[in-house]
């Protein structure tokens, strides 16, 4: 029995989900740091402006695989995750980790509320996509 690249597309999305999801879960206590003033929002966009671009990669990176793999069906259940990923991603103006003025406009409560709902959303996305990821 030959390993294919389609189980191999699929071993490697199940651990990138895994990932993903750790991801996911680390975004959602951040913010919840930051509702419970714990820690200083400069501090927590320090920590979290490095996760956000592998993420993406990584995301984009399973799906590339999919494509390649021809899973059609597990590439066009990840089509809305991409799509959102491309529109937060085109949104992200402040990287630059010398520049503290994503820090300062994270202070704001309806920002951080709408960021911790969007992160609970994708993470129950990502754990919903799990069964595609492991159905050979």
């Given at each position: ?8 597309t699929y071993i490697f999305?199940?651990?990138g989900d895994a990932f ?117």
């Amino acid at each position: 029995m030959a390993f294919s690249f389609s189980a191999f597309t699929y071993i490697f999305a199940l651990i990138g989900d895994a990932f993903l999801i750790f991801f996911s879960i680390f975004h959602v206590i951040a913010f919840d740091e930051l509702k419970t003033d714990y820690k200083n929002p400069i501090d927590q966009c320090n920590s979290l402006n490095p996760l956000v671009l592998p993420e993406y990669l990584l995301h984009i990176l399973i799906n590339v695989l999919f494509l390649f793999a021809g899973e059609w069906f597990s590439l066009f259940f990840n089509v809305p995750l991409i799509a959102y990923h491309v529109w937060r991603g085109n949104k992200r103006k402040n990287m630059d980790p010398g520049n503290n003025k994503k820090g300062q406009t994270t202070l704001w409560i309806c920002i951080v509320d709408r960021d911790r709902y969007l992160g609970k959303t994708k993470l129950a996305y990502l754990f919903g996509n799990w069964p595609t990821s492991t159905s050979i």
